[in-house]
């Protein structure tokens, strides 16, 4: 078997701008986490895997590979289909765990059609390690802070809009932070598959230019910001939104009044602890009866208390404050974006 090409990591995803990564592993690897843009190609079954594995540590490395050849024969012609389908004439990349036998076979077998197949050497290791690096790349943060319900994420998505750079952190966690952050979401990716995300945005980020993030704590939902880029943001000039109590629980209620009560009601109960027997009891009876402004009111006093907590720990000389009348979130951005300008 002659061996494909190889490239390493930083040549593989320069080349992955223009060209199909084809991720040979098996469904439930490429399920837990994959390189963003790769498609799943997948050579063995998880059943076929898991026989081959067995075999290699029971029997022997030459009978684990005739099970290979055994499940490999058989699906030659629809790989290449399939490969055929989903490249569309172009030189495509390959890949699995490490850079092995999958990659070699598959490679060759492309190669062998017609069929340009180029490997990554290390496999999807590699990219690993290239995600995990991302997060110590020092960046230009300017971080938008302020507290629950002065419309962040609104602003964010303007800010972008305005040519800046932006990583929208909620987005990518598939979650909108706080106890009500998964209300009516998707399912959140795994921690894995949630760093590689990150990882692709944040290099594709002009570290000389200005990167606008919106403040978090270390954990979105179940997502847990890498460590490198939480103690950037942690160090970052925050502009502190002061928005007015009855702004912020009319923003409150647009986002949320319309989720199920059910929901909104185990919501509370996961901060019961830390919002008190008698808070929580109060606002699940506003909830009860509809009267949203109120039982938010209510939340906020947890929420803005936790708040103000984390922002004590920051640098005083990193923070500043803008105060905000409205809930216009085009004019906010521009606001802030001005703003930034005079505290560069």
């Not at 765990?97 to 069929?115: E, K, P, Q, T």
């Not at 920051?314 to 001005?338: K, S």
């Amino acid at each position: 078997m002659t061996t494909a090409p190889t490239l390493l990591i930083e040549e593989f995803m320069q080349a992955a701008k223009s060209q199909p990564i084809f991720d040979v592993r098996t469904p439930s690897e490429f399920a837990h986490a994959h390189i963003p843009m790769a498609r799943n190609l997948a050579l063995f079954s998880d059943e076929e895997r898991a026989i081959i594995g067995t075999a290699y540590k029971q029997e022997s490395r030459e009978k684990a590979i005739m099970h290979g050849f055994e499940f490999f024969g058989p699906k030659m012609k629809v790989l290449v289909e399939a490969a055929l389908a989903q490249s569309e004439g172009k030189d495509v990349l390959v890949h699995c765990w490490r850079g092995g036998m999958r990659s070699s076979a598959v490679s060759w077998l492309l190669n062998f059609y017609g069929i340009t197949a180029r490997m990554l050497e290390g496999g999807y290791k590699s990219f690993r390690n290239y995600a995990l690096r991302s997060f110590d790349i020092p960046q230009h943060l300017l971080i938008i802070g302020g507290k629950t319900g002065s419309g962040k994420t609104h602003i964010l998505k303007e800010i972008k809009k305005l040519g800046e750079q932006t990583i929208d952190l909620e987005a990518i966690a598939v979650h909108k932070g706080s106890s009500f952050g998964g209300l009516g979401m998707p399912a959140q990716p795994t921690q894995e598959q949630f760093e590689n995300n990150l990882a692709i945005e944040s290099r594709s980020i002009n570290s000389n230019q200005p990167l606008w993030l919106e403040d978090e704590s270390r954990k979105i939902g179940m997502m847990m910001l890498p460590e490198g880029l939480f103690k950037q943001m942690r160090t970052a000039r925050v502009i502190v939104l002061d928005v007015p109590l009855e702004k912020r629980i009319a923003a409150i209620v647009e986002d949320y009044a319309s989720a199920d009560i059910g929901e909104l009601h185990n919501s509370i109960l996961k901060i019961r602890e830390r919002l008190g027997g008698l808070q929580t009891k109060m606002a699940l009876e506003e909830l009860s009866h509809e009267r949203f402004a109120e039982c938010f009111e209510i939340l906020l006093k947890y929420y803005d208390k936790t708040y103000q907590f984390g922002l004590a720990k920051r640098a005083p000389e990193t923070l500043f404050h803008l105060n905000l009348t409205g809930n216009n979130a085009e004019e906010n951005a521009q606001r802030i974006v001005d703003f930034a300008k005079t505290i560069a």
